[in-house]
């Protein structure tokens, strides 16, 4: 693909040097449609990032678009903090019908601020004050978001650095396989709970993602899971569940979670909730754990109406039928597995591992700076992919659910050439 170099004046100019994503894609984006981006000179990308799991219908759904254009169109409300609308009712119920009941979960939904950090501050806060403790236990490699309270319970040296003051209140427990296998599971973890001179606070709560999406795809094995909420169960510490990244349906069932047979205390959940990439997040939890005071956590923007149209439309378009959403997303999962699994084999010396779950993959390279390397050639190959991990040393792939397979094939090919012609 020929790029010209595109007009990115006001961005260097006027935007703030904080900006990430553009620097890896360093062109001017104009539309989208499913599992395709165009830029302002109409070179197309096929995107295995779909807004970092934002997007898991794809950009600019048309089932989902229809139902948004109609709301807007009827003059339906757009703003509405936690009032009770039309919108948020028909999500709700959907929500309830869809999701909670077939699955005999029976949790509250509180919606917080629109975005994903928002829902984990406010399921500490919320554990926290359930409890009447302070600490909150996280794992290796972690991430939960950038505001103070998420950034506590985030593995990142660099993000946890830009805080800018200590991070308290949150103490890290290796990830599974973090040790290799030389330890049993949770051995340090009881031994710091059983010992009173260990220093470490009875913790509120446990927080954990079933798949770290930016600690470089590592994969909690089911046993492992279920081993977590034994332990939290024994020493009354409250199990959370970060599903943001890894929930409606990247996995292969709509909670990253139902694999291992747990039922989290609270869940988060955002990114993709709302299925059209607008601003949306839950933090869903128990009924007994509803202690909260009217309004002790609000924000101007947790009423999205917009999102919960789109958030309703999704679940009655991809979610009534469940398993056939599923076996989709494990089809294209091994479509993926059995891709990378031919690239360790030709790349055996490069490469450390693959591992992902239904949507979610990594390929981890032994040059720390070899995944950026693919990433950038990728992108001029007309493939949109990231990296992940604490050196940014794993390539992620994290294609639409709705991706086809010949769409999928093409970008496994353009990923394979680029590994190629970086080596």
């Not at 219908?57 to 709301?71: E, F, Q, S, W």
């Not at 399921?123 to 978001?145: C, D, Q, Y």
Request: charged letters at 25%; proline letters at 5%.
């Amino acid at each position: 693909m020929t790029i010209t170099q595109p007009d990115l004046s006001v961005f260097e100019t006027l935007e703030s040097e904080v900006r990430s994503y553009c620097r890896g894609w360093p062109t001017v984006f104009d539309r989208a449609q499913g599992s395709r981006m165009f830029d302002e000179d109409g070179h197309e990308y096929l995107d295995f990032f779909a807004g970092a799991g934002s997007l898991n219908y794809g950009h600019n759904n048309p089932v989902l678009k229809r139902a948004l254009i109609d709301y807007l169109e009827r003059d339906g409300v757009t703003h509405g903090l936690d009032m009770s609308t039309t919108a948020k009712r028909a999500f709700l119920e959907s929500f309830q019908n869809i999701i909670l009941r077939p699955r005999d979960l029976p949790y509250k939904v509180m919606f917080p601020g629109p975005t994903g950090t928002n829902a984990v501050e406010s399921a500490l806060k919320l554990a926290r004050k359930v409890k009447g403790r302070e600490s909150i236990v996280s794992f290796t490699n972690a991430f939960h978001g950038m505001s103070l309270g998420s950034l506590a319970v985030t593995g990142n040296a660099f993000k946890r650095a830009g805080a800018g003051i200590p991070l308290v209140h949150g103490t890290p427990m290796p990830f599974d396989n973090y040790l290799d296998g030389r330890t049993p599971d949770f051995i340090w973890f009881e031994r710091l709970l059983e010992d009173s001179g260990s220093g470490l606070n009875t913790p509120a709560a446990v927080i954990v993602e079933t798949v770290q999406g930016e600690g470089g795809i590592n994969v909690a094995r089911a046993e492992w899971l279920r081993k977590l909420a034994d332990v939290c169960e024994r020493w009354d510490m409250l199990l959370i569940v970060d599903d943001i990244q890894m929930g409606c349906g990247r996995t292969g069932a709509f909670f990253s979670f139902e694999e291992a047979g747990i039922t989290p205390d609270i869940v988060t959940v955002s990114k993709s909730i709302s299925g059209y990439g607008l601003p949306m997040s839950l933090c869903l939890f128990k009924p007994e754990l509803d202690v909260w005071e009217p309004g002790e956590h609000n924000g101007t923007f947790r009423g999205n109406n917009p999102a919960f149209v789109t958030a309703a439309a999704a679940l009655e378009a991809y979610w009534t039928d469940g398993p056939a959403m599923e076996k989709q997303t494990l089809a294209r999962g091994q479509q993926i597995e059995e891709a990378l699994g031919a690239l360790r084999d030709e790349f055996r010396d490069d490469t450390v591992e693959y591992r992902g779950r239904g949507l979610v993959w990594g390929l981890e390279f032994r040059d720390k700076h070899r995944a950026n390397k693919v990433a950038k050639r990728a992108f001029e190959l007309g493939l949109l992919i990231e990296t992940s991990g604490p050196e940014s040393e794993v390539v992620k792939l994290l294609p639409a659910l709705t991706i086809t397979p010949e769409e999928l094939e093409e970008g496994l090919r353009t990923l394979t050439r680029a590994v190629r012609e970086t080596a």
